[in-house]
């Protein structure tokens, strides 16, 4: 007896390894032939889920077929959620090698027992191998999936199995995957959906539209089958969770902020990617997009429908803001359009680089004299160009011929430096418009004669306050905001040159006059631009930590009525620096070394004769020679001014022709030159407050010396050269008086 039993022991023990090791050969086989539709849908993309720097969802991208399937890591599974799938779908998924053989037999025994198909005895792994590759639904179909399904057993671990299986179920209304189920169902993450909402959703899969808990008609069946299911599995949830969660069910509608944003990164994106961090800010994005529809539909009557905005961070390069239309869907405007990246004449806003190359490659300096008389160009055609006011000025400093936007001195720059060096030069500075333009350029270009984009011009005005380094823009977020280099194109002297010259205010008056507008109570450099025909209005401001572009006008090509560059756009650019700077004002714009400060005659640029009319400061590099002004003498015993010939020849027989001193005569030591005495003051409701200051501009001799301000004879603050400042003072008359050592000056001014 003996002997038998331990037969039958070994008999038992050889079949059992035998079967082991026929299983185990069969998987190797399996392992080992390729199995390409199953790679492919691993490999299948995802819908790519956009975030902006906090983390905040801007876009989850549709796929090309408008499907979106959301990718879900097997750790933001719900416990709960994969033993509600595996209970009422699997209940033996991690014992069998793909098929249950109970389940299925089970299943084909009801079926002919009952005359209908009332169970299938479908694993998961039978479910996935038939999203995987469809099979007909025939025996031999079967049979195709079940070996199938032993194939995905034999290459992937259950949690991989569950995982794919679980971001691949197909909920019907172009969805795919628990998560973007749960979105479109219940209208949130599935990690948030409770053990009852789980459960519906298992049910949509089955039967998209059967069981689809947004139509209210379906409730009753859905209730009925999830009851059914919770009592068969034996889960602990109640009824009443189930008619709630049907309740909870509603429709989602996928975020779609910033997409013109979106549509610009898009080309960047690893096709691979199913989530990315970029730099926008999206609260700022909104924000601003909420201030540009608010200008535009102000100055509506002005024929002003449209406008785009770009911020830069100088630091990082890292955008922060992208706004391309006032409304994306606002397709009787062109909405669509991209006005960050579409080709419009830039106006006046080509300047600054064109006085940056002069200063750097030819030898000009901040007080090189300019001619402002009537001047024609010849070449292919006669131009004859004429500043925005139709006036000339004479002799001006190249200070004062950008800081004032002046256009005949651009022209005359451009001229004597060579139009095509000044075009080589844009397209160093990544001006690809330029580059790709098979147009012929003149001395036009100098004042806007060119189609360029908002985004290449900010990007290389941010170049002068990052010391002539070019900014590489970066749309993902940066781990650490740490100053990036990039190419250097200009020198650190002409890099500050021209961020102090575009954050004169005394320099920009021939142009634009004592305005407010470009008052702010930090360091910024500003540059606006109108074209001729008033259909692209400009303006930028930096500062050392940020940059801001603005475009406003029509993509019909619609001229805007009378509004310019230095108007709108300019009061908008200063509203987000004041946003961008609120918490931290920025570092002013640092003096390089090997610079030193000289008294120069604002008429003759040249070093501070004995009978100029006052002087001012420029800054040259060291070691550099002033000739004296000889254009002031002494006649009469009077002083005159005697200009060179050159400029009265034109100027005496035009009739609009005005010499600009630039300075006057200020026999004080110190003197408020702005405002005027009795100056009066009207505040704007609609605009915000805080950003209504009042700039005071006092002139001291001694530039060494601190001066202290008084406002109703009470101390308010001390202040040093160059002895600009700004006052919020609310509505009344006030007394305001600037002390120096040896001598003091005052004003009155009211405010209503």
Same mark, same amino acid.
């Given at each position: ?200 959703? @298992? ?47 509603? @429709? ?45 539909? *102000? ?35 062109? /909405?669509?359009?991209? !006005? ?56 001006? &400093? ?34 690809? @418009?330029? *580059? ?25 005005? @941010? ?44 320099? &920009? ?61 300019? &009061? ?32 003759? /640029? ?8 006052? !002087? ?35 100027? =005496? ?15 004080? =030591? ?24 009042? *700039? ?7 530039? *060494? ?33 600037? #002390? ?11 405010? #209503?």
């Amino acid at each position: 007896m003996k002997k038998g039993k331990n037969r039958n022991l070994k008999k038992t023990i050889f079949i059992l390894i035998a079967i082991v090791l026929a299983i185990t050969v069969i998987k190797v086989i399996l392992f080992l032939i390729p199995y390409k539709e199953l790679d492919r849908l691993k490999e299948s993309f995802y819908s790519v889920k956009i975030l902006d720097r906090n983390n905040r969802t801007i876009q989850v991208l549709p796929l090309d077929n408008g499907t979106r399937r959301e990718f879900l890591l097997d750790r933001d599974i719900p416990r709960i959620a994969k033993e509600i799938f595996i209970k009422s779908e699997d209940k033996r998924f991690y014992f069998h090698l793909g098929v249950d053989l109970f389940a299925l037999l089970r299943a084909t025994w009801l079926n002919i027992s009952q005359k209908k198909i009332v169970s299938g005895g479908s694993t998961i792994t039978m479910q996935l191998s038939r999203i995987v590759s469809p099979q007909n639904k025939s025996i031999a179909g079967k049979f195709k999936e079940i070996i199938n399904a032993i194939r995905i057993e034999s290459k992937l671990t259950k949690n991989e199995i569950l995982n794919l299986y679980l971001n691949s179920l197909p909920f019907g209304f172009n969805t795919i995957g628990v998560q973007s189920g749960a979105k479109i169902f219940f209208g949130k993450d599935f990690k948030s959906l409770s053990p009852a909402e789980i459960l519906v959703l @298992s049910l949509i899969p089955r039967n998209p539209s059967k069981y689809n808990p947004l139509n209210i008609e379906n409730r009753e069946a859905i209730q009925k089958k999830a009851i059914e299911i919770k009592k068969r599995i034996k889960l602990d949830i109640k009824e009443e969770d189930i008619i709630n969660a049907l309740e909870n069910a509603k @429709s989602y509608k996928y975020e779609f902020f910033a997409p013109h944003f979106v549509n610009y990164i898009k080309k960047y994106l690893d096709k691979n990617i199913k989530e990315v961090q970029t730099s926008l800010d999206l609260e700022l994005n909104n924000f601003i997009q909420k201030k540009l529809e608010y200008y535009i539909e *102000k100055y509506s009557n002005r024929r002003l429908t449209n406008g785009a905005v770009i911020v830069f961070d100088n630091w990082t390069g890292e955008i922060l803001v992208y706004i391309g239309s006032k409304d994306f869907f606002d397709k009787e405007n062109d /909405g669509e359009i991209d !006005g960050v990246q579409v080709l419009n004449q830039p106006g006046s806003t080509l300047k600054p680089f064109l006085y940056a190359l002069a200063i750097d490659k030819f030898d000009f300096l901040p007080n090189t004299i300019l001619d402002d008389v009537p001047s024609f160009f010849g070449g292919e055609e006669v131009y004859i160009p004429k500043n925005f006011n139709n006036r000339f000025n004479g002799p001006v &400093r190249l200070r004062v011929a950008l800081a004032s936007s002046l256009n005949v001195p651009a022209v005359q720059t451009v001229v004597k430096i060579g139009v095509k060096n000044f075009v080589a030069h844009l397209i160093d500075l990544d001006f690809e @418009s330029i *580059k790709k333009s098979k147009k012929g350029y003149g001395s036009g270009i100098a004042v806007g004669n060119a189609e360029v984009s908002l985004f290449e011009i900010a990007k290389a005005f @941010s170049i002068f306050v990052r010391n002539g380094e070019k900014l590489n823009p970066e749309y993902l977020k940066v781990k650490k905001r740490e100053f990036k280099h990039g190419k250097k194109i200009y020198s650190d002297y002409t890099s500050f040159i021209i961020a102090d010259i575009l954050s004169d205010a005394k320099s &920009r008056t021939i142009g634009f006059g004592m305005t407010e507008i470009f008052n702010t109570e930090f360091q910024a450099m500003f540059k606006t631009g109108t074209s001729n025909q008033f259909n692209n209005i400009w303006a930028f401001g930096s500062t050392t930590n940020y940059t801001v572009g603005v475009w406003m006008g029509n993509f019909s090509g619609e001229t805007v009525i009378g509004v310019t560059g230095s108007s709108i756009p300019a &009061r908008l650019v200063v509203e987000i620096l004041n946003i961008l700077h609120n918490k931290k004002k920025p570092d002013k714009f640092k003096i390089p070394s090997g610079i030193t400060e000289k008294i120069i005659c604002p008429l003759s /640029g040249k070093k501070i004769g004995d009978n100029c009319y006052g !002087g001012i400061y420029e800054y040259f590099k060291e070691g550099i020679t002033l000739l004296e002004c000889d254009w002031h003498k002494i006649e009469n015993g009077k002083i005159k001014t005697i200009l060179p010939p050159f400029y009265t020849q034109y100027l =005496d027989k035009i009739e609009n022709a005005e010499i600009q001193f630039n300075t006057p005569f200020i026999k004080k =030591d110190v003197k408020i030159l702005y405002p005027n005495n009795n100056a009066c003051y009207y505040y704007d409701p609609n605009y915000p407050y805080e950003s209504q200051k009042i *700039k005071i501009e006092v002139f001291c001799k001694d530039i *060494k010396e601190s001066l202290s301000v008084y406002i109703n004879n009470d101390f308010y603050k001390k202040i040093s050269y160059p002895y600009n400042f700004f006052i919020s003072p609310k509505r009344g008359k006030f007394l305001i008086e600037v #002390k120096g050592i040896k001598d003091s000056d005052t004003i009155n001014i009211e405010v #209503k």
